[in-house]
């Protein structure tokens, strides 16, 4: 009889994270806690004009101030860092930490003030006086395309970063067009073409936490340890390293409790590189602390891109042709991965359907407003968005369910892995069952009548749906500049005790008790006897970090082979001492024993400590010991998938919308920890439905970012969301063993085109056919009371731009 | 040249504190200036408290001024002086978790944990006005703080579990 196990199984279960007793009990360890004898305080002077060349910079109030080290600008800054490296092959415009010369966005730096506090290093930064001559500015991407009224970066001609790049259909991968043929036939076979512009907006990250680094070089050793806020601790020490002309054995990067990244946190920044070399320069550890106002300037923006969406089908619903041009409005600079974000919305143009023919092209646009780079979902949200709200207006025309529309042209379940007109791979997918779900749980026929009595009553009231399929688990190495990977060491301790190293460094992604429960499970020992540690080069051997929604993907995996390798080592060490096969061995309960012969079992510890004093060393084995190292790099991406349903109500007074109801049926394959999903399922949901209705970074003629701070950027709080209801499907990926996709991103996709078309379908008696986010009460107003929206720079409709058409 | 500053120093002017803090009673020397956050953080080493926006918007550096929450980057430390001051450290007694500790924990109600002292503390005010808020209310009463890892949805449960709903 088998033994009866005493250990629960953890994976698949709601176990309560590892990480909350330091951090609801205020003993978590973030950047601006750290404290180092003699350290110094750093603070910016910012430029508050968006474009003009620094004339002066006069640093002297600044330099006489008691408490002050040191004064740089950004000419002094240049002569000991280099210029500001990118990780993507593009061209890229010389971009200085500090500006030199000229100021190309508000909020770029161009001096830098060390003091013994941080207020004193404010008042001298402060107390610095720069003078420009003014250039002109332009924030509007279509305009600045034209090379008019600037040009930002002499080198770039109509402020081209990239000036356009086909691909789909009949495109080569070097960005060449073989054969238009395709397109061009799906166009001229068309019943019905739906042709529209949007745009999705720039959003600020806005994570908890701003940024913030510590640099602590040691002279007498030749060695810095920097501390930073960041996603991605070793692609940090190895940029730094590279930056200061340092050997990356010199340099540790460590990322204490991290505050929320959302993919703005991945990016290295001029901040970080000019604390690590002025803490060389002066021998002194410094601190820098980005605060809120500098934040919304300063760290990466995302989204931004308009879509110009053709759309050609029949008039039974089938899609025959997809055509999106796309402009990216990237800011002022190329940030690391800035001009690749832009390209993942190409990737995902097929979505969930099976387009026959696809072209999309991509300009990316240099204008005076911060640098984007990436934000959750980074690439995705936007071709979900593009793609959905053209769908859910095919519907429209023709009269449809939304859902039937979809579910016509839907990638048929049999035909995975399946290859998009785009290139992508799609790992397994079955997006019906998922539409199923989501119809089911919604119980959609009801809704589409309380809808209808609701707007019988003279209600607003609309209902939105919106499937999304996503690429994450990010690798292999061909798909990443740093490397397509994670890494993994596993270390079974003399006592028999486990410590786990990931390089996969959370921030707030909880992987500390998910990879517990795993490397618990496959030991067959108690969840804490598990140590996970992560976020440090000097513990964790390598990594590339926490984003793109792989941590569990690409890092568990890495973490679940170097168990393996350990299991198999102590299988031999026990197998020598139980005179039993190792094929044979059961791990369970903190023993390792002998299938079918209860009695002859051993203490896990036991087998532990003899695999360290190993006399004598059994046959077969070379060394003592029980650790292993592992790299995974997935053979693909995996496509995490699912379908938003969202119902709203549009205040006809006031064009107040509210969300009702929010309905999310996810498959992001096997979960470890149900609890931990529904939370990152909630946090991008949250994203994704302020994206729709309140969060917009407005940024004026003149270059000012007038959403500056949260008194002006709606932040959602508690009170701008329903309850959510979440269901999921299950349809695990082929690519890793564990048969998980990835879930981080996954809430940004669906809701937000969910909400929209529920905002058109409340309002669909006003003949509108589309409307930009985000979904501002006077917009809406606008729209009921019959008068034509207000022109503002780079929104809303424009003579030609074929908005709101069906040809 | 930059503009004539008065050259008077920080130090010159320091005032002297006493207030309460989690129990102990503490007694320093402040610049006038000095923000209570920075006070419980640099001085007090009480780093629990987090700055998540210097513009009393964002709520991560709540805690309790006399029993009632308050916003410690925009308060001067002279402000509190004779007050006693919460903060998220001293919210467990005798090793046991507050009760709000306990739902967050229970919950699933925080991800990056950034905001969560601040987010605690407010739960502690709002359950101290209203015993029992139903889901709206713990809505309303934590609208002075922001997440953005959570959606507040586990939030909300975390309230109701601390309030013996859950």
Known sequence: MPATPVLPKLVGQRVKRREDPRLIQGRGTYVDDLKIVGMQHMAFKRSDIAHGRIQSIDVSAAQAMEGVEAVFTGKQIAEFVAPMPIGTPFPSPDHRALATDVVRYAGEPVALVVASDRYIARDAADAIVVSYDPLPVVVDPELAMTGKPTVIHEKFA?????????????????????????????????????????????????????????????????????????????????????????????????????????????????????????????????????DRAEAFVATTHGRDIIGYVELAAKRDGTVLGLKMRLIADIGAYNMLLTAAIPTLTMLMASATYDIPAIRTTLTEVFTNKTPTDAYRGAGRPEATYFVERAMDMLARELNMDPADVRRKNFIKADKFPFQTQMGAVYDSGDYAKALDAALLHSKWDELKKERDAAQAQGRLVGLGLSM?????????????????WEHANITVERDGRITATTGASPHGQGNETTFAQMVADQFGVAFDDVTVLHGDTAVVKQGIGTFGSRSQAVGGTALHMASTKVKKKMAAFAASLLEASEDDLVFENGTIGVKGSPAASLKFQAVAAFAYIPV???????????????????????????????????????????????????????????????????????????????????????????????????????????????????????????????????????????????????????????????????????????????????????????????? | MGPERPRVRARDMMTQLSIKVNGRLRKAQVEPRTLLVHFLREQLNLTGTHVGCDTSQCGACTVLVDGRSAKSCTMFAVQVDGSDVTTIEGLAKDGQLHPLQNGFWEEHGLQCGYCTPGMIMAGVNLLGENPNPNEREIREGLSGNFCRCTGYQHIVNAVQNAAGRR
Not at chain 1, 179 to 200: C, P, S, W
């Open chain 1, 616 to 807: 004598p060393l059994p046959r077969g084995l070379d060394e003592p010991g029980l650790s292993a190292d592992a790299y995974f790099e997935p053979p693909n991406n995996t496509y995490p998938f699912g379908c938003h349903i969202s119902m709203l109500e549009i205040d006809r007074e006031t064009g107040e919308p509210t969300l009702l109801k929010l309905v999310a049926v996810d498959d992001a394959g096997h979960l470890i920890n149900p609890l931990i999903v529904e939370g990152q399922i909630h946090g991008g949901l949250a994203q994704g439905i302020g994206q729709a209705m309140i969060e917009e970074a407005v940024f004026n003629e003149d270059g000012q970012l007038v959403t500056g701070s949260f008194m002006d950027y709606a932040l959602p709080r508690a009170t701008d969301f329903p309850h959510f209801e979440l269901h999921s499907t299950v349809t695990p990926t082929p690519v890793n063993p564990l048969g998980a996709k990835g879930v981080g991103e996954a809430g940004t996709l669906g809701s937000t085109p969910s909400i929209v078309s529920a905002a058109v379908d409340a309002l669909s008696g006003f003949g509108v056919k589309h409307i930009d986010m985000m979904l501002r009460p006077e917009k809406l107003w606008r729209i009921i009371h019959g008068q034509a929206p207000r022109q503002s720079s780079g929104q809303g409709p424009r003579p030609g731009s074929g908005q709101g058409g069906v040809a």
């Open chain 1, 158 to 290: 109509n402020n081209l970063a990239v000036p356009l790049v086909p691909s789909g259909t009949g495109c080569t991968p070097d960005g060449s067009v073989r054969d238009d043929t395709a397109v061009d036939r799906a166009f001229a076979q068309a019943e019905l073409v739906i042709t529209q512009r949007m745009v999705n907006q720039r959003l600020v990250p806005n994570a908890m936490e701003p940024r913030g680094v510590v640099a602590h070089y040691e002279q007498g050793k030749d060695y810095l340890t920097i501390w930073s806020s960041t996603q991605n601790p070793h692609i940090l020490r190895s940029m730094i390293a590279g930056m200061l002309g340092m050997g990356e054995h010199q340099v540790r990067a460590v990322a204490p409790e991290v505050g929320g990244g959302f993919g703005a946190k991945i990016n290295i920044y001029g901040e970080e590189y000019v604390a690590a070399a002025v803490s060389k320069r002066l021998g002194m550890p410094v601190k820098w602390i980005e």
């Open chain 1, 468 to 484: 999304y399929v996503e690429v994450c688990g990010i690798g292999p190495s061909a798909t990443l500049p740093t490397g397509g």
